[in-house]
């Protein structure tokens, strides 16, 4: 069953970042593609760090939260018609293709009931709720930046390297401070598609 949730955990993150890449060649920028990341090989999205060792530490400490990343899919915005706006459609496509891949696994768990497909369910429902956590560099924080007005965006984009140090506080010595704000909406969408 762990090694089950490990694989769907990787590869529920590179289809996550091959969204992203795909909707930012859609838009204009052709950087994933060219960088050869649009692919569901987990080799070139697996990052020793995010991919593998932070969801095992999560495991091993008890953290109540499982939670990895692949290799971010390398974006340039400058290939967008609109920055701003393009730039959150794309940090926004990861979140939507993980709502997807739980309702896949419902609708899977309507035909076939077992524990993977709950499992898988909560997880991508999981990823999907964190990774929309206006905090830098989670999807959320591009999403909010592209609905703000142009000094309020660029005066965030400045706090952007300080955002993963928050993140991995948050992860490590505060996991009840993320499910303080992403269970009542995780438990929301599980019981939308799980009545």
Partial sequence: MFLIQIAILIYSVILHEVAHGFIADKLGDPT???YKRLTLNPLPHIDPLYTILLPLILIITGAGIIFGAAKPVPIDPYNFRDKKKDTAIVALAGPLTNILIACLFAL???????DIFISAIQLNI???????????????????AGIMSDNV??????????GLTVVFMLLF???????????????????????
């Fill in 126 to 144: 999981g990823l999907a709720v964190f990774n929309l956590i206006p905090i830098p560099p989670l999807d959320g924080f591009k999403v909010l």
């Fill in 153 to 162: 965006a660029n005066m965030m984009y400045k706090m952007e390297n300080y």
């Fill in 32 to 34: 994933a593609r060219l």
């Fill in 108 to 114: 899977l768990f309507r035909i076939y009931p077992n």
């Fill in 173 to 195: 010595f505060f996991p009840q401070v993320i499910f303080a704000f992403t269970r009542p909406i995780t438990q929301f969408l599980f019981r939308l598609l799980l009545p």
